[in-house]
């Protein structure tokens, strides 16, 4: 895709203070961190409680899209980078075209020493667990014909679905590179058929 930037660039340098820290296990950004997670796990129990806590389907509503508008903004713009050291944003250049840039902390030494694993985990954990969640949720009242919930779980499976998708791609780099991995994987796999069928037989 022509229009996609994947970019390696040094992302918070007020952050190589970090890097003098010893241990990568410990939560180093425990504010971040408890955010990352409490907006999307907040907007589940509304959805999960709401008949409960409210008969107002609208200020239901209201409130589970004010949490997924602001886990969708915080994991954009501040978790990313501060526990996984990850971007992803949109630019209109001077012609008007859209620019999609997917940016990559520097893979230093020192800038490694300064990623928390215990952060990693947290930050993937909640990044893929919640949007499949909503997916659940999507079908659940779909097959349960709630339809006038089917708004606001398409808008928790859009918001956090954008931003999976937004640190996949900062993960592993451009489309041409993910389809080119997944080429890769299953030519493996029916290679490795293959011959396993070749030695039984």
């Known amino acids: 895709d022509s229009n996609d930037d994947t970019e390696d660039v040094s992302l918070f340098d007020a952050e190589e203070e970090t890097a003098n820290r010893p241990k990568r296990s410990k939560i180093r950004h425990p504010v971040a961190s408890f955010f990352h997670l409490f907006f999307r796990v907040s ?16 200020a239901c509503m209201v409130t589970i899209i004010l949490l997924l508008s602001c886990d969708f903004w915080a994991v954009k713009n501040v978790t990313g980078r501060l526990m996984v050291g990850l971007r992803w944003w949109n630019h209109i250049d001077e012609d008007g ?8 902390r520097k893979a230093t ?5 300064s990623v928390s694993e215990a952060e990693s ?4 954990l909640g990044l893929i667990a919640c949007p499949v969640m909503w997916v ?33 791609r900062c993960k592993v780099g451009s489309r041409k590179n993910l389809t080119s991995m997944a080429t890769s994987y299953l030519g493996k796999q029916f290679l490795r058929q293959n011959t396993g069928d070749d030695q039984t037989s």
Do not use: T
């Open 43 to 58: 907007a589940i129990i509304v959805y999960l409680l709401c008949e409960l806590l409210s008969s107002s389907f609208i």
């Open 97 to 104: 075209k859209s620019h999609w840039v997917f940016e990559s």
């Open 109 to 113: 030494s020192q800038e490694n020493k």
């Open 121 to 124: 985990r947290i930050f993937w």
């Open 136 to 168: 659940v949720f999507a079908f659940s009242a779909l097959f349960s014909f709630r339809v006038k919930w089917l708004a606001v779980v398409i808008m928790g499976v859009v918001l956090q679905g954008a931003n999976l998708y937004g640190y996949i």
